[in-house]
């Protein structure tokens, strides 16, 4: 089995600063993409930010320049680099992975979530 656990989350003022991470553990044979999705108060899940195996990064048009997504593939691990939060930002953030496993099954698994309010 895989397992993914989220941390980082909490409350921030605006223009704030806070770093997520989500750790993959498990049967894994191969880490494929990586990524974060927020969603907010009724809305859908979006995509925010995420990353290739060679490196090659997207992010959504409201999180440029101000959020930075990276991995750490040693530690099955990946980040997200949220500064000049905006009360906007508030959601629920969730870490997808793309896992090939020991039995040679590929497939996307979704992290727990974790919230990020931004309010005074």
């Known amino acids: 089995q895989v397992q993914l656990v989220e941390s980082g989350g909490g409350l921030v003022q605006p223009g704030g600063s806070l770093r997520l991470s989500c750790a993959a553990s498990g049967s894994i044979r191969s880490i494929y993409d990586m990524?974060?999705?927020?969603?907010a108060p009724a809305k859908e899940r979006e995509l925010v930010a995420s990353i290739t195996s060679d490196g090659t990064t997207n992010y959504g048009s409201s999180v440029k320049g101000r959020f930075t997504i990276s991995r750490d593939d040693a530690k099955n691990t990946v980040y997200?680099?949220?500064?000049?939060?905006?009360?906007?930002?508030?959601?629920?953030y969730y870490c997808h992975v793309d896992i090939g496993d020991s039995w040679g099954?590929?497939?996307?698994?979704?992290?727990?979530?974790?919230?990020?309010?931004?309010s005074s």
């Open 35 to 39: 990524g974060w999705y927020g969603q």
């Open 80 to 92: 997200l680099q949220m500064n000049s939060l905006q009360p906007e930002d508030t959601a629920v």
């Open 105 to 118: 099954w590929r497939r996307g698994y979704w992290g727990q979530g974790t919230q990020v309010t931004v």
